[in-house]
């Protein structure tokens, strides 16, 4: 059986406690080194999980591997929109906006959940689904930003292809070499635009597809439409009118349900 903590139950010691800024700094400014192994890109189960401090999740990581999945999307003629969620993670926030930067340079169609929110990883493959269903062009994909059970320190970055994921082996090992071969390049075949510019990537206005029963009527200002957080979708709604329920931005934040 068993032993348990003595902590459990109990509020986390101060010396267990993360720095969070100092965290931050090491995602932002630490490079990999490229010649040991542990600071390469390396996917378990779908994705690649890391620490800032170990070298092994750093901005540099995220860009290549965004890289990495636009390049897989465009060998596979993948050109649906991407939905990407994050989990409460220190990291996950810093990690998505690297991935928006990347996305928004490479032109995809990226949806993410409005006011910097928070999405559950089964709710991005639930989308893919429902967007692809009935499709057989044009189909959507996911990244989950999640180390899931990992420590607070850890980040992990996943992808989820059309089928909903997790990512096969086939497709992870693509990614993971092709991220790597960018890293050790020193990232120069990344395509990416400085944060601000991701975020002004494309218009507000436009919604792909046909007209949501949640769109609003033409006399209503565009500020005020009525959209629904991903998490909150009612099962009595087509999933395909619950798709189209916000304004499409190219690049940074395409749909903000």
């Known amino acids: ?15 267990l406690l993360v720095d969070l800024a100092r965290l931050e700094r090491e995602y932002d400014q630490r490079k990999p080194d490229v010649g040991d192994e542990t600071q390469l890109v390396s996917f378990g189960t779908s994705g690649h999980r890391g620490c800032p401090f170990r070298g092994s999740f750093n901005d540099a990581h995220i860009a290549a591997i965004t890289q990495a999945i636009c390049d897989h ?25 690297t991935a928006l930067e990347v996305l928004a340079a490479n ?8 006011e910097d929110g928070v999405t559950p990883t089964p709710v991005i493959s639930w989308w893919i689904l429902t967007y692809n269903r009935g499709r057989d062009a044009h189909c959507a994909d996911g990244i989950v930003v999640t180390p899931s059970h990992n420590p607070p320190e850890d980040g992990g970055f996943k992808y989820n292809p059309p089928n909903g994921g997790p990512a096969d082996t086939d497709v992870t090992g693509w990614v993971q070499n092709r991220a790597n071969e960018l890293l050790r390049a020193g990232n120069v075949g990344v395509r990416r635009v400085p944060r601000a510019a991701s975020r002004r990537a494309g218009c ?53 349900v």
């Open 1 to 15: 059986m068993e032993a348990i903590s003595p902590l459990a139950g109990k509020p986390a010691p101060k010396s």
């Open 73 to 97: 999307r465009r060998a596979r003629g993948i050109d649906g929109p991407l939905f990407m969620g994050k989990d409460t993670h220190a990291l996950s926030g810093p990690a998505q906006r």
């Open 107 to 114: 032109g995809v169609e990226t949806v993410i959940q409005r």
């Open 204 to 256: 507000r206005g436009p919604r792909a597809g046909r007209r949501a029963r949640t769109s609003p009527s033409p006399a209503r200002p565009p500020g005020r439409r009525t959209r629904r957080h991903l998490e909150q979708s009612s099962k009595r709604d087509s999933p395909r009118n619950q798709l189209q329920a916000g304004p499409v931005r190219r690049g940074s934040e395409a749909l903000s």
